[in-house]
């Protein structure tokens, strides 16, 4: 009787700690997949903000060029050229497409930047999909060993019993 009883009680401890172990593997990994979004967000957040980044300083460029293409044509205008043809004009228009380069440039660097956190924030999403999913299965997983060890333990009980009341006592 003391071994039956031995039996389904390691049995049920088994099961128990099987059902334990899934519960804290797959509260683990959802915390990571919580975790995982959150990262994902704030990858994003910082994406839109170099967006916005980037559009004010092409701005801030692009009033920089205006100054220096006002600053042209005054100081050509006040020694006499005239700024509507020729080389005057040709300086003129160079300087602003030089700035809109500059202004682009800026944009575009600022833009790349927004890409890479882009990805960084996908990156995370799959994290939390992959630990979403690992949390699923090591609960599924856990569940079917405390099922697994309880059928073992009613196995062994049952060994134990027709053992036991069939007159072979170990």
């Known amino acids: 009787a003391t071994a039956i009883i031995g039996t389904a ?4 401890m088994g099961v128990v700690s099987a059902q334990q172990s899934a519960n804290a593997q797959k509260a683990q990994n959802d915390y990571n997949a919580k975790i995982a979004k959150k990262n994902a ?3 994003q957040a910082n994406a839109d903000q170099k967006r916005q980044e980037g559009i004010e300083e092409a701005r801030q460029q692009r009033m920089k060029t205006l100054r220096a293409v006002g600053s042209q044509q005054a100081a050509m205008a006040a020694n006499g050229i005239d700024i509507s043809s020729g080389t005057a004009l040709d300086v003129i228009e160079d300087t602003a497409a030089m700035g809109e380069l500059d202004a682009l440039t800026t944009r575009y660097n600022y833009e790349s930047q927004a890409v890479g956190l ?8 799959n994290q939390a999909a992959l630990d979403s999913f690992a949390g699923q299965n090591a609960y599924k997983a856990g569940m079917i060993n405390a099922v697994g060890t309880g059928f073992k333990g009613l196995a062994d009980t049952a060994s134990v019993a027709s053992k036991w009341y069939g007159g072979n006592s170990n």
């Open 118 to 125: 882009e990805q960084q924030a996908n990156n995370f999403n």
């Open 9 to 12: 009680v390691s049995t049920t």
């Open 41 to 43: 967000q704030i990858a």
